[in-house]
């Protein structure tokens, strides 16, 4: 196999590809368990690395420039066909038109009541959706009248699914009335109802056999979550044995019994539970992720790195699989391996603070062990490349520049440490220098084969910095000719384009990022100053409270002065457009 085999991809000349590959390969082996297999992987990425280095050197491209793709002619369809929903419970729609509010409630209820006490019926999401989907023809009077039943059945009757209380609360809306609802209803009630609703996950329903006693079973179940949630650990067993008595088998009673375990510092126990939940649903992902932390705590540095080798082959980005394998990396010593590994986790969760800090530690050991190399062969290129790049990564600018400058004096530097340096010299606000670097990195670029998407990027970031609108334009249209639907240049010629009060157009390009990945908050943030800029103050606050609701809890402690900012920003927007 030639090293490109090995890594499991075409031949590249693009560095961040053949990381990527690497970093995907080094799942699938065990550094210590599987060492030729592991040592060639290795070979084959520094001799894939090395070629790219000689063919940049020699300028001798071996690919030809990526096509490129011109998509200012595009047009971008938002709106999504919603397909036709036809009800189960279809026949009360037409019935209810016909009967006065009171006797419509009635039905309304009576097949509520009667989907509630079929245990098999009540666990079923799709029958709820149902019978929910006849809001479409409720009147005012009847909806305010049904939320008022509804709540009050609810009282004696809340063991469901955590999905259906979310179907209630589109429907009813209760969050937007949370003043209203504890001053008619119990308090106890109302948390719960909020918490059913607003959780972004809930206990499962669907493992119960028909014969349980399902009520009593959930009852104690959801007694012990409480309970653990609020650290009442005594408590918490109590219900988890009483529970255990009526049904062994539920995996979420057997991940809550684990928990517990591991609170109460049984870890032999919590790994024996975690076993039996593997046993039962080898299936069920959360007991291989809890069997991992507690392996990989207790020092049984192989089951763990099994284990999460085995979640990233059936979910390839889970955060805690991904940040796992790389502590594992790091305990075998693979401090490189462990950087790889951390920075392709940060890549798919740019929020997770843990890898950032875990990257940090990494990147420290590095230096430490690269300058004590460079300190024994000063000359050696290799190494200074490194060092670079280390500086770079633990925000030591003005090292990584000195060294770069090293590098230039004893060799000729290609387009990724010219990329480097121009990095370096904007995060230190030397801006009109790193233009100047920039284009020395384009033209190596194309003169190596290669497409300079990366540096198109940043050369368009320092011109927003410079506020340079239409400079940014110009190298970001560049970039989004390679790249037609990457988010991050939508997100960013959004922002150039609000920054020449190009409204209209900043919108367009906010639409088609938020299209792309709807999860990304900064597109928000800009088509919500175009809107305001345009007057649509409804649109405007909409995509404020994206970023007020969402992104402020995400980015707390990574980028906390850039969302203090915005956030604060936000609010003045947000009031403005309130008051018209």
């Not at 189960?88 to 016909?98: G, K």
């Not at 049904?247 to 684990?258: F, V």
């Not at 770069?404 to 480097?420: A, V």
Request: charged letters at 25%; hydrophobic letters at 40%; a negative charge.
């Amino acid at each position: 196999m030639n090293i490109w085999e090995v890594l499991g991809i075409s031949p590249s000349l693009e560095s961040k590809v053949i990381k990527q590959a690497y970093a995907n390969k080094l799942r699938s082996y065990h550094p210590e368990r599987n060492q030729e297999e592991f040592q060639n992987l290795r070979k084959a990425y520094e001799q894939a690395l090395h070629k790219v280095n000689y063919h940049r050197e020699e300028k001798q491209p071996f690919l030809a420039n990526q096509p490129v793709k011109d998509c200012e002619s595009e047009l971008v369809t938002i709106k999504n066909a919603t397909p036709i929903h036809e009800s189960a419970f279809s026949y009360l729609s037409t019935e209810m038109r016909n009967l006065s509010v009171e006797a419509a409630s009635n039905l309304f209820m009576k097949q509520m009541e009667a989907l509630y006490n079929n245990p098999s019926n009540r666990i079923n999401i799709s029958m709820w959706k149902d019978l929910l989907n006849t809001k479409q023809d409720w009147q005012p009077s009847l909806k305010e009248l049904l939320s008022e039943r509804v709540l009050t059945f609810l009282q004696d009757n809340y063991f469901l699914p955590q999905p259906v209380w979310v179907l209630f609360n589109e429907v009813f809306m209760w969050t937007e009335q949370e003043i209203q609802l504890y001053e008619s209803y119990p308090e106890n009630f109302i948390d719960h109802l909020l918490e059913k609703v607003t959780e972004t996950w809930g206990l499962r329903y669907e493992f119960f056999p028909k014969d349980a006693d399902m009520d009593n079973f959930i009852e104690y179940r959801d007694d012990a979550h409480v309970a653990l949630t609020s650290n009442n650990l005594d408590y918490a067993y109590e219900c988890l044995l009483a529970a255990q008595k009526l049904y062994t088998n539920d995996p979420d009673l057997l991940r809550l019994l684990g928990t517990y375990f591991v609170r109460v510092g049984e870890n032999e126990q919590a790994i024996d539970t975690f076993n039996k939940l593997i046993d039962i649903y080898p299936a069920d992902i959360d007991g291989f992720i809890n069997r991992a932390k507690l392996t990989f705590e207790t020092g049984d540095m192989n089951q763990a790195f099994s284990d999460y080798q085995y979640i990233l082959e059936q979910m390839p980005d889970h955060l805690q699989a991904m940040n796992g394998l790389a502590r594992c990396y790091l305990s075998y010593n693979r401090l490189f391996e462990a950087k790889i590994l951390f920075e392709i986790t940060i890549e798919k969760h740019p929020y997770d603070l843990d890898s950032r800090i875990w990257l940090y530690k990494v990147n420290k050991l590095l230096l430490e062990n690269t300058l004590n190399e460079v300190a024994c062969s000063p000359s050696n290129i290799e190494l200074k490349l490194t060092l670079a790049q280390l500086y770079y990564d633990l925000e030591l600018y003005q090292e990584c520049c000195q060294t770069i400058r090293e590098i230039q004096s004893l060799s000729t530097l290609h387009s990724d440490m010219f990329l480097l340096w121009g990095k370096a010299l904007s995060k230190q606000g030397q801006l009109k220098e790193c233009l100047k670097i920039f284009n020395k990195a384009f033209d190596l670029a194309q003169g190596e084969g290669l497409n300079g998407f990366d540096i198109l990027v940043e050369h368009g970031i320092a011109h927003l910095k410079l506020k340079n609108g239409k400079g940014a334009i110009s190298k970001l249209s560049e970039a989004l000719k390679i790249k037609p639907d990457d988010t991050r240049v939508l997100s960013l010629l959004s922002n150039a384009h609000q920054m020449i009060k190009d409204w209209a157009i900043g919108i367009y390009f906010a639409d088609r990022a938020i299209e792309v990945n709807p999860l990304n908050w900064q597109p928000y943030v800009y088509r919500g100053i175009c809107h305001y800029k345009l007057k649509n103050y409804r649109e405007a606050i909409q995509d404020h409270a994206v970023m007020l609701e969402h992104e402020y809890r995400k980015m707390l402690g990574i980028e906390k002065a850039c969302v203090i900012f915005n956030f604060n920003s936000m609010k003045k927007h947000q009031s403005v457009c309130l008051g018209h």
